[in-house]
């Protein structure tokens, strides 16, 4: 059973990925994703209150403990 979820937990992440690329509208060059850091905590956000380090910390433990709980 385990491995049958596996499956289609990587098969349902691989669809939604295809599909998201697929439809964009527009893409952004990699030097812009890879380059560009918007926080999206407000004006100001947390990214010039604290630091964007901050905000990138409390963004992987939040993910941390949507997978574990």
Same mark, same amino acid.
């Given at each position: 059973?385990?491995?049958?979820?596996? /499956?289609?937990?990587?098969?349902? %992440?691989?669809?939604?990925?295809?599909?998201?690329l697929s439809k964009a509208p527009?893409h952004q060059s990699a030097k /812009?994703?890879?380059?560009?850091?918007?926080? #999206? %905590? #407000?004006? &100001? #956000?947390w990214g010039e209150r604290a630091? &964007?380090?901050?905000?990138?910390?409390? #963004?992987?433990?939040?993910?941390?403990?949507?997978?574990?709980?």
């Open positions: 059973m385990n491995n049958f979820s596996i /499956f289609w937990h990587a098969l349902g %992440t691989i669809a939604l990925v295809l599909a998201v527009t /812009f994703v890879f380059t560009h850091f918007y926080d #999206g %905590t #407000g004006d &100001p #956000g630091s &964007p380090a901050y905000v990138a910390v409390i #963004g992987i433990l939040m993910a941390q403990y949507t997978m574990s709980a």
